[in-house]
């Protein structure tokens, strides 16, 4: 059973920085490109970033462009992003997703986990 | 960026009866060289995570019921629940995987009216 579960939220202050992971188990991690997606409060779903399954390329929404990075370890099953210089508008739940064998659709997900950005 | 528009936000639909939801997107997302739309459907129940129902416009995910069903190809796509159970009450959002950065319509909300 794919699982995939994200730590590493919890309460920033504005200009902080956060680092999230997402460990994947039940599934050849290697050979699947992962996605990292948000929502925030009673909003609706934002793409953030991608990797692909050797971490070679990585792509971005223009709102995290230059203060997120995505990274995996292939090694260790396990996604990150790492979040710096964050802002009040990046305060959402974010959920870490198997990308599609043949395509960027996110396949499966994990339960999400709460950053919150506030003084 | 591509802009995904969804209608309606929200929709009451009877139990059993059909249930429609229409994305649009700014561009096309038919590629051309595999005649394949690269254009997804999600379903998130309230305190959820998001579910994928259909990729490739029309291609229903494993272990999703055949009452739902995908249609349209461009700019133009559909989403129908054929006979509306109680657990299709959700938000169901498409998403364009054509180009980065990927992006998701606003989201419909479908209730049981």
């Known amino acids: 059973e794919v699982q995939l579960v994200e730590s590493g939220g919890g309460l920033v202050q504005p200009g902080g920085s956060l680092r999230l992971s997402c460990a994947a188990s039940?599934?050849?991690?290697?050979?699947?490109?992962m996605s990292w997606v948000r929502q925030a409060p009673e909003k609706g779903l934002e793409w953030v970033s991608g990797?692909?399954?050797?971490?070679?390329?990585?792509y971005y929404a223009d709102s995290v462009k230059g203060r997120f990075t995505i990274s995996r370890d292939n090694s260790k099953n396990t996604l990150y992003l790492q979040m710096n210089s964050l802002r009040a508008e990046d305060t959402a739940v974010y959920y870490c997703?198997?990308?599609?064998?043949?395509?960027?659709?996110?396949?499966?997900w994990g339960q999400g986990t709460l950053v919150t950005v506030s003084s | 960026d591509i802009v995904m528009t969804q209608s309606p936000d929200s929709l009451a639909v009877s139990l059993g009866e059909r249930a429609t939801i229409d994305c649009k997107s700014g561009?096309?997302?038919?590629?051309?060289?595999?005649?394949?739309?690269?254009l997804a459907w999600y379903q998130q129940k309230p305190g959820q995570p998001p579910k994928l129902l259909i990729y490739?416009?029309?291609t229903r995910e494993s272990g999703v019921p055949d009452r739902f069903s995908g249609s349209g190809s461009g700019t133009d796509f559909t989403l129908t629940i054929s006979s509306l159970q109680a657990e299709d009450v959700a938000v169901y959002y498409c998403?364009?995987?054509?180009?980065?950065?990927?992006?998701f319509g606003q989201g419909t909300k479908l209730e049981i009216k």
């Open positions: 997703a198997k990308v599609g064998p043949d395509g960027d659709y996110e396949m499966q």
């Open positions: 039940g599934f050849s991690f290697s050979a699947y490109a």
């Open positions: 990797t692909v399954d050797d971490g070679g390329r990585t």
């Open positions: 561009q096309s997302v038919l590629y051309s060289s595999n005649n394949k739309n690269y």
């Open positions: 490739w416009a029309s």
């Open positions: 998403q364009q995987y054509y180009n980065t950065p990927y992006t």
